[in-house]
């Protein structure tokens, strides 16, 4: 059993509150790594590519983690 399932069995389930919050999550770490990727390329601005470069992994866990979440849920 996930860690997700454990806890709502203990404390009582899952809210619909949880799943929107999650969803939006989701949405906004999709959106986060469009602009980062977008950022990644850009040929003016050195230092900005290298950071956008750098946050993809961080935000594309996060991102991932929040799916997670989301299945664990189903």
């Given at each position: 059993?996930?860690?997700?399932?454990?806890?709502?069995?203990?404390?009582?389930?899952?809210?619909?509150?949880?799943?929107?919050?999650?969803?939006?999550?989701?949405?906004?770490?999709?959106?986060?790594?469009?602009?980062?990727?977008?950022?990644?390329?850009?040929?003016?601005?050195?230092?900005?590519?290298?950071?956008?470069?750098?946050?993809?992994?961080?935000?594309?866990?996060?991102?991932d983690r929040a799916r997670t979440l989301l299945d664990a849920m189903?």
């Open positions: 059993m996930t860690d997700i399932k454990s806890l709502a069995l203990k404390y009582g389930g899952y809210t619909s509150l949880d799943k929107v919050y999650l969803d939006q999550q989701v949405a906004a770490h999709n959106e986060t790594l469009t602009l980062l990727n977008g950022f990644a390329d850009n040929t003016e601005a050195p230092a900005l590519a290298t950071l956008a470069r750098e946050l993809v992994t961080p935000v594309t866990a996060h991102r189903k």
